[in-house]
């Protein structure tokens, strides 16, 4: 938490911070035994170690620590417009964890907050009354609410330490009028392949070239797993969302994304695919700049990017050619109404 040069050496997770609130809840205990090495500090309120100022992020990075803590409020938020809503009016997204094991070059988590260590929020029976209250008061009754639970973590990569995805997917099933999105770069589709599957679920994936993804998504497995990850959820009959976001157009970038996509669809039949995303590095402003500031070691934040109100993005040109080739190229697989695009 120091930032210390010996702390950031230590494996991660060796430290659990856990409130003092916190230890009553299920998850905290799980969290306990599954680390029965780690060394637990009692703390107040997860903000007080979460955000206190001077952290080094790509530092904690290398050893992170785990905040257990009970969310008091604001358990979901309206959905952004940097995310692909499909037009559904009903759009939230939720954080069950700050951050994410994973630790991509592209990542907005770097310029939004504060630590590189990951908070789990502990009391899920509250964020599903949240959940129930917003479906009962949705703008438009006659569609779901369409809840994103991944966007500020990797739900999935972490199901083995606590299993977020299956009590989501559970409360999914029991509640009507909910459909929830769980985001993933995980391979680790066999932690949930022993639940019923649910229309009330979309299994999300992002994709990327091998060569974007060994140079950028540090931690996250290739693709080729990440695909036979996909192939297994899509023969047991999930709804699959897969997701090329963002696409990095990197020299050569046309004739990878030809690869890829040809690879995803030899292996996955097109027509069970739920729909398709793909979309260009974009952020907000205000996270790029800190970003940059904290990761001089990226290519990433030295590109020539375009500033459209408060968002950092591809120039217009880079856009055009992203969004053409990109349908062009998915649309030789999937109907263009499955296809949704920030480009
Ligand atoms: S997997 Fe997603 S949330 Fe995790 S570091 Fe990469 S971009 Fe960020």
Same mark, same amino acid.
């Given at each position: 938490?120091?930032?210390?040069?010996?702390?950031?050496?230590?494996?991660?997770?060796?430290?659990?911070?856990?409130?003092?609130?916190?230890?009553?809840?299920?998850?905290a205990?799980?969290?306990?035994?599954?680390f029965?090495?780690?060394?637990?500090?009692r703390?107040?309120?997860?903000?007080?170690?979460?955000?206190?100022?001077?952290?080094?992020?790509?530092?904690?990075?290398?050893?992170?620590?785990?905040?257990?803590?009970?969310?008091?409020?604001r358990?979901?938020?309206?959905?952004?417009?940097?995310?692909?809503?499909? &037009?559904?009016?009903?759009?939230?997204?939720?954080?069950?964890?700050?951050?994410?094991?994973?630790?991509?070059?592209y990542?907005?988590?770097?310029?939004?907050?504060?630590? &590189?260590?990951?908070?789990?929020?502990?009391?899920e029976?509250?964020?599903?009354?949240?959940?129930?209250?917003?479906?009962?008061?949705?703008?438009?009754?006659?569609?779901?609410?369409?809840?994103?639970?991944?966007?500020?973590?990797?739900?999935?990569?972490?199901?083995?330490?606590?299993?977020?995805?299956?009590?989501?997917?559970?409360?999914?099933?029991r509640?009507?009028?909910?459909?929830?999105e769980?985001?993933?770069?995980?391979?680790?589709?066999?932690?949930?392949?022993?639940i019923?599957?649910?229309?009330?679920?979309?299994?999300?994936?992002?994709?990327?070239?091998?060569q974007?993804?060994t140079?950028?998504?540090?931690?996250?497995?290739?693709s080729?797993?990440?695909?036979?990850a996909?192939?297994?959820?899509?023969?047991?009959?999930?709804?699959?969302?897969?997701?090329?976001?963002?696409?990095?157009?990197?020299?050569?970038?046309?004739?990878?994304?030809?690869?890829?996509?040809?690879?995803?669809?030899?292996?996955i039949?097109?027509?069970?695919?739920r729909?398709?995303?793909?979309?260009?590095?974009?952020?907000?402003?205000?996270?790029?700049?800190?970003?940059?500031?904290?990761?001089?070691?990226?290519?990433?934040?030295?590109?020539p990017?375009?500033?459209?109100?408060?968002?950092?993005?591809?120039?217009?040109?880079?856009?055009?050619?992203?969004?053409?080739?990109?349908?062009?190229?998915?649309?030789?697989?999937?109907?263009?109404?499955?296809?949704?695009?920030?480009?």
């Open positions: 938490m120091t930032g210390s040069a010996n702390f950031s050496t230590l494996p991660h997770f060796s430290h659990l911070y856990i409130e003092e609130e916190a230890f009553a809840y299920p998850l205990q799980r969290l306990i035994d599954r029965p090495n780690a060394e637990i500090v703390i107040t309120g997860y903000r007080g170690i979460f955000t206190r100022p001077k952290q080094d992020f790509p530092l904690q990075k290398h050893s992170m620590k785990l905040i257990a803590a009970v969310k008091k409020d358990f979901l938020y309206p959905g952004s417009g940097h995310s692909q809503g499909f &037009g559904m009016e009903n759009f939230f997204y939720s954080t069950p964890i700050l951050n994410c094991v994973y630790n991509c070059d990542c907005y988590l770097q310029g939004m907050y504060p630590s &590189g260590n990951l908070v789990v929020f502990v009391n029976e509250d964020f599903f009354a949240a959940a129930r209250q917003t479906l009962a008061e949705r703008v438009n009754p006659a569609q779901p609410l369409y809840l994103c639970l991944s966007y500020d973590t990797d739900l999935l990569a972490f199901e083995r330490i606590l299993p977020y995805c299956r009590s989501w997917i559970e409360f999914a099933r509640t009507p009028d909910l459909l929830i769980l985001r993933t770069k995980s391979a680790a589709y066999r932690s949930i392949a022993d019923q599957v649910s229309e009330r679920v979309i299994l999300a994936w992002t994709l990327s070239p091998a974007t993804a140079r950028y998504e540090h931690g996250a497995p290739p080729r797993r990440r695909i036979e996909i192939r297994q959820a899509v023969t047991d009959g999930w709804p699959v969302r897969l997701c090329f976001d963002p696409v990095i157009d990197l020299p050569g970038w046309q004739r990878a994304y030809e690869t890829l996509i040809d690879d995803v669809f030899a292996r039949d097109p027509m069970s695919v729909d398709v995303t793909f979309g260009v590095f974009r952020m907000t402003a205000s996270y790029f700049d800190r970003m940059k500031r904290r990761r001089p070691d990226t290519d990433l934040v030295y590109e990017y375009e500033r459209i109100d408060e968002t950092v993005a591809c120039p217009a040109e880079r856009r055009q050619a992203i969004r053409d080739f990109m349908t062009e190229r998915l649309c030789r697989y999937v109907p263009e109404e499955r296809i949704a695009a920030w480009a």
